[in-house]
Structure formats: structure tokens, C-alpha cells
């Protein structure tokens, strides 16, 4: 036996005898997997059928052409005699090996098809549901509903920067999930409002680009309850990681009793924009909205990251005019980071984490933001 074969021996042997402990090492660890996902709904179901019809297709081309190519090589080698043909083209071989592959493509594009068109068979839901891509965050809206929320990461900034151990759920987790019912074709409606985002759940088999002035639509239908997970798969930004996608479907039963309730809450906080809030009251309500929404660039402490957020601490946006503060908030300031806030948070909270911002961390302004200022600056642009 030649130097070559038996390095070339030595090599395979070696490999089969770590394949065990390879496939141990698999087996022991969750975040690896050999195949495509199958995932819960009818679309992610298409998806994988087809992967499978795919592989397996290429599987049998592989296997016939490598196996005939390791015939050839063995069968005709020079230490048995043989001699190369010499001849330039041959017609019969040409014309298999072109009408061959057309077919076996044209035969592919069957199931692909099929596939494909339900994909994007969006007709006929039973629940629509928008999606809004923000900078980074995402609102859904339950179209006909009345129920309209933020959804933002709920990981706290002591887990981000290392101040605390990272939990279970680190970068997963959200304020508030997308809730849906089981055995429902739910459509996605999905937009952006800054910059182009993408909306991905794997286990739905759903993608779709979240781009500010144009609808991309999807479907999803599933019996299996549970929790999903996905996120922004669009470079959007510094907080790209940030903005997590996580799905709770539940039994149409607790489904309906969750949207009643979210019904409820809308209601009731269009019954608070006319309330006389108290200071007190406005520093708890605007303390959790600041840390929801705020402090990811101004920071806990109000102290923002220099060269990057501005500090609202001893700030003149915080100290000046409360109007102007109110107008921060909901226009916004062009060439910044800092957007519009006027349809991510309610009047409610706009004036509560104005009247916080004004009176935390030192500042004192003594002034009191109610939701009705908030509403006649609204109606008075």
C-alpha cells in the first residue's frame, strides 16, 4: 500500500472512531441541529417539506454522479490496462446531459411552486394584525380591535453592560409579547417607521421586511400553544440586538379573555387623559415609562452617554419651557436619534415621563405635565 492510501486510511479510520463522541457532543448540546427547524404553522410546515423534497433530490444526483465518477476511476485505472479514449464530442451525451437536469428542475419547480404560493396565500384572515418597526422596539395593532401596544426589550441595562449576572432570558424577553389564538390565520401587515427592519420568527416560518412607507404581508396558523421567539434580522441601528420578537399563542378561550382585558386597559386610559394627576403619581408613572423607554440612551441616571445621547440631568430641554420639552417628545428632533414618540406612547405617558424628566435626578423644576397638555399640543399643530 502506497504512502498516499494509507494516510488517506489512517484519516477515515481516525474520523469513524470520533464520530460517537462527536455525536455525543451534539446530542448534549440544544443550540446545535443538523437539519432545517420544522416549526408550528402551515407555512413553516411548506418550508421544511420542500427543504426535505430538495435535499433529498440532490442526495440521489450526488450519490449517482459520485458513484459513477469513483466507478469509472476504479474500473478503467492505467494499472489495469486501461487506455484513454481520444475524441472530441459526443452528441448522445451532450444531449442527456442537458435534457436530463431540465427535466429534473422542472420537475423541482412543482412542490416549489406549491410551496411558494402558499407562502403568500394572505387571503381570508381571520385576525390582521399591523406591525411597526421602531427604532428599537415593535407596536402591534390589532386591526379592528382598538388594541394598539409597544412591545420593547425587557432585559435590564445592569444585564446589558455587566453590572449583574445575564438571566435566563437575556435579550429575549419583552414588555409585552404579540398575542395570538390557536387554529387562526392571523395576517401580518408589517411597516416601518424610521429605517428598514425585518420581523422573523424561524418556528412560524414568517420574514418580512419592515420598510417606512411600504406593506410587506405574511400569515401564520397554528394548534400548538406555547412561546416563540425571533427577532430583527435588518442591520437597523446601534440597538439591532436589542429588539427581540417573542409570540405567546394561546387557546382561543384565554386569547379572548386577554383581548377583552386589553380592550379594557385602552379604555381606560382614555378615561385618565382627562384626569388632575398628582406630582407623586406622575413621578411613578414616568419613572416606568423612563426606564422603559428612555434610559437605553439617556441612561438610569438621566446622565446620557457623552458624544452620543445628551444628559437630561441640569439639561435646558429639561429645565426650559415645558411646551418644548412636550415637542421633543412628539416631533422629535430631524438628523438625531431621538424620534417622534407621538405614536409609540399615549398622552398618559408622554406627560408622565416629561413631568419625571423634569423633576428627577436633581432637576426640580416643580411644574406639573398633565395628559391634557400633552392632547392640546397634539391638536394645536
Known sequence: MSKRAKALF?????????????????????????????????????????????????????????????????????????????????????????????????????????????????????IEIKITGYQWKWQYEY?????????????????????EPKGEHYLREVTEPLVLPVGKKVRFLVTGN????????????VKRDAIPGLFTSGWAKTDEPGIYVGEC????????????????????????????????????????IGKQWTAEELMVKGEEVYERSCAACHQTNGEGIPGVFPALKDSPIALG???????????????SSMQSFAEQLSEVDIAAVVHYERNAWGNNVGDVTQPLDVLNYKQSK
Open 321 to 335: 419651557a415645558m411646551e418644548g420639552h412636550i415637542a421633543i417628545l412628539i416631533d422629535g428632533v430631524a438628523g
Open 233 to 272: 434580522t435588518e442591520l437597523c441601528g446601534l440597538g439591532h440586538a436589542f429588539m427581540p420578537v417573542v409570540v405567546e399563542v394561546k387557546e382561543e378561550a384565554e386569547y379572548n379573555q386577554w383581548l377583552a382585558g386589553k380592550k379594557a386597559e385602552a379604555a381606560e386610559y382614555a378615561a385618565t
Open 143 to 163: 386591526l379592528g380591535e382598538g388594541v394598539k401596544f409597544m412591545s420593547e426589550l425587557n432585559t435590564s441595562l445592569d444585564e446589558v453592560y455587566g453590572r
Open 10 to 126: 489512517l484519516s477515515l479510520l481516525s474520523l469513524v472512531v470520533s464520530l460517537p463522541a462527536m455525536g455525543a457532543a451534539v446530542a448534549e448540546s440544544s443550540t446545535r441541529q443538523l437539519n432545517m427547524p420544522q416549526g408550528v404553522t402551515e407555512v413553516s410546515q411548506a418550508a421544511y417539506d420542500i427543504h426535505m423534497i430538495m435535499v433529498w433530490v440532490c442526495t440521489v444526483i450526488g450519490v449517482g454522479v459520485f458513484g459513477f465518477m469513483f466507478y469509472v476511476m476504479y474500473a478503467h485505472r492505467k494499472s489495469r490496462g486501461a487506455v484513454a479514449e481520444n475524441f472530441h464530442e459526443n452528441l448522445v451525451v451532450e444531449l442527456l446531459w442537458t435534457i436530463v437536469p431540465a427535466i429534473i428542475l422542472i420537475v423541482m419547480a412543482i412542490p416549489a411552486t406549491t410551496a411558494l404560493l402558499k407562502v403568500y396565500d394572505t387571503d381570508n384572515p381571520d
Open 194 to 205: 424610521d429605517v428598514i427592519h425585518s420581523w422573523w420568527v424561524p418556528d412560524f416560518g
